[in-house]
């Protein structure tokens, strides 16, 4: 369907209708995010996580994104029209125009709008959401200033920095994924900031998946790994000095657009592709170190992973990992950039198995009970805290079915998955 050949709704008057919000009546989640399958990252992780808990947990949701399936756990996948990067042609960019983003707020009546890793598409949805007084609960996900100085387009630090701030100082709560991400965003004047950080999986990840296999399949003794994107803001060339090691193999595992020329940098490293479920647990967990290089990480959740699984992590003393690795205890930290450095801290725990299994232990330990369940009931709290309990809850004059009042078949669901373009 076409929404151009369709009347905008009328605007959103608010009558003098109030309501209670009860703690327990189920919520109506429209989930705006960047990124989405068939997109492998941690944005697209992290909402089909949100996605299976609220529909584990009997709430309702629907998705707005550049591209994904007809559904997923329940939830109908809207997909707008998108542009592709300039620089990462794989990662389309959401354009859906404030028209077409009003008709769907307008369609599905959600009780809070989440904006998972808010750029452009969350910008737009934001401004909607606020027309017609629709609390907004921003996930701060990319680093997009960190983002853009990786890539040589004029002007799109400043840019990226001004669309930051659009995105996160309006919204009701913006939740962090870490210490350093909440500082950063404080630069930017942004408050009403919570931390929200990520679960992970202990049953894919876990010490005992760990094989031989690995190992015996490559012909080495040890294995230092990598799990993510290939793309230039992760700063891989780093690894570069950890690809000569006597009897030990360089392993990445992700894909993107800067493999090619990481195959030309690293040609001693074996490059597996994207893995998924049991077999990314499997790989690592055989890791003997698991190696970040990206200094502009807002969480980095392949640590997270690489410690349920048991794995040390050595990581720059920069965003995310500074709240994960606990120096001594489950990996090691060493200066941004400083690929000497990152050398001497893999070469320390290689010669050192005690010290890599006590640390391996640890690891494994400190995450053992950050389960995506838990972390799933914390969203639905901040959700709840933002909606505006005996306030006035934006029934649309002249719309019928828009008030909490009326029968549940007068909501106006969308029970159709073509994409729209606006």
């Not at 989440?114 to 934001?126: D, E, K, N, R, Y």
């Not at 294995?223 to 360089?250: C, F, H, P, W």
């Not at 005690?354 to 950050?370: C, E, I, K, L, S």
Request: hydrophobic share 40%; charged share 20%.
């Amino acid at each position: 369907m076409d929404t151009r050949a369709l009347p905008l709704p009328p605007p959103a008057v608010t009558t003098t209708a109030t309501v209670t919000h009860v703690a327990d009546r189920p919520l109506r989640v429209l989930v705006v995010t960047e990124s989405f399958l068939p997109q492998v990252n941690g944005v697209t992780n992290s909402v089909r996580r949100v996605l299976e808990h609220l529909q584990e947990r009997g709430h309702d949701a629907m998705v707005v994104a550049p591209s994904g399936p007809e559904w997923y756990a329940g939830a109908p996948v809207r997909v707008v029209r998108s542009v592709a990067m300039p620089s990462y042609r794989e990662f389309p960019i959401g354009t859906a125009t404030r028209r077409t983003l009003h008709h769907l707020m307008w369609a599905f009546d959600p009780d809070v709008v989440h904006l998972a890793s808010p750029a452009w598409l969350g910008h737009q949805t934001g401004e909607v959401a606020r027309r017609r007084g629709v609390p907004v609960v921003a996930v701060y996900q990319t680093d997009l200033v960190g983002f853009a100085e990786r890539y040589p387009i004029p002007g799109a630090v400043a840019a990226m920095r001004a669309l930051t701030r659009r995105v996160h100082l309006p919204a009701e709560r913006t939740l962090v994924p870490s210490t350093a991400s909440r500082h950063q965003l404080a630069g930017l004047g942004v408050r009403r900031m919570h931390v929200w950080g990520r679960g992970v999986d202990t049953e894919q990840f876990r010490p005992d998946r760990r094989t031989d296999a690995l190992h015996r399949e490559l012909g080495v003794s040890r294995v230092v790994g990598y799990v993510g994107r290939l793309a230039a803001e992760k700063e891989l060339e780093l690894l570069s000095s950890v690809q000569d090691l006597s009897d030990t193999r360089l392993v990445l595992v992700g894909g993107g657009p800067e493999e090619e020329r990481l195959r030309r940098v690293l040609p001693r490293a074996t490059f597996l592709g994207v893995r998924h479920g049991e077999e990314l647990g499997r790989l690592v967990a055989s890791f003997d170190v698991f190696c970040h290089t990206g200094s502009t990480e807002t969480f980095c959740q392949s640590a997270q992973e690489a410690l349920a699984s048991g794995v040390p992590v050595v990581a720059p003393a920069a965003g995310g990992p500074l709240d994960l690795v606990r120096p001594e205890v489950n990996g090691l930290l060493y200066a941004p950039g400083d690929a000497a450095g990152l050398r001497r801290q893999v070469v320390r725990l290689l010669d050192d198995q005690p010290t890599r299994w006590r640390m391996g232990h640890a690891a494994r330990a400190g995450v053992a009970d950050r389960s995506w369940t838990a972390l799933g009931e914390q969203l639905v709290g901040h959700y709840r805290a933002v909606q505006r309990v005996g306030q006035p809850v934006g029934q649309q004059v002249g719309q019928p079915g828009r008030g909490r009042g009326h029968e549940p078949g007068a909501r106006g669901v969308v029970t159709h998955a073509a994409p729209y373009h606006p």
